[in-house]
């Protein structure tokens, strides 16, 4: 029987975005398994917990099971060994990225010469998309409902206490500067 072909996707999904998940769908045509891997320690303070970060994957990705999301501390080269991947995906976005990405690729080889770093890029129109940007324009009452995944729409109204009308209506205070 042929080796499954495995990918870890790792990132802090605080929270998962839809540019994420192009990235998701795009490594199931190349593997036969995707697991997203939550980091516990990505040193940045969350606004999700890591238990809540895991969940809004796994509604997200409910429909399938060649998507695994499984939340890791400690090094991704050790969590990559232990689940049988030999590649690690991630996505790139702009030429901002590439400086961060390129020091991680090397550094993860550096670890674990056996792993190789694939990069995708998204849809163009989830280019200039990252959960901080969706952060900040939730947590002002804007509408992310195009940047993220549906199921969460209800977690980030309940993380800053928006009203249910939310994003379909601006939150109260908002003023129109156009
Ligand atoms: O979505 P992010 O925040 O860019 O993801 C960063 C992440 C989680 C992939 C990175 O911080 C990471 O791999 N953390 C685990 C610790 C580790 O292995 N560090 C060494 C590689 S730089």
Redesign the pocket.
């Known amino acids: 029987m042929e080796k499954k072909r495995i990918a870890v996707y790792?990132?802090?999904?605080?929270p998962v975005t839809s540019g994420h998940v192009c990235i998701i769908d795009r490594g199931l045509e190349l593997f036969d398994e995707v697991i997203v891997?939550v980091?516990q320690?990505?040193?940045?303070k969350t606004l999700f917990s890591l238990e809540e970060r895991v969940e809004i994957i796994r509604e997200v990705f409910a429909f399938t099971d060649r998507i695994r999301v499984i939340p890791?501390?400690?090094?991704?080269?050790?969590?990559a060994m232990r689940h049988h991947a030999n590649v690690?995906l991630?996505g790139l976005r702009a030429v901002s990225d590439f400086d961060?990405e390129f020091?991680?690729a090397l550094?993860?080889r550096k670890?674990q010469n056996d792993l190789q770093t694939i990069f995708l890029m998204s849809d163009l129109r989830w280019m200039f998309i990252s959960?901080t940007n969706v952060r900040n324009i939730a947590s002002l009452g804007g509408d992310v409902s195009s940047l993220v995944p549906a199921s969460v729409i209800p977690h980030l109204r309940s993380a800053y206490g928006l009203p249910s009308s939310w994003p379909l209506e601006k939150a109260s205070g908002d003023q129109d500067h156009a």
Do not use: C, E, H
Not at 41 to 44: C, G, I, Q, T, V
């Open positions: 790792p990132g802090t999904f605080d891997a980091a320690d990505s040193n940045k890791f501390a400690g090094l991704l080269v050790d969590f690690i991630r961060y020091q991680m550094l993860n670890l959960s």
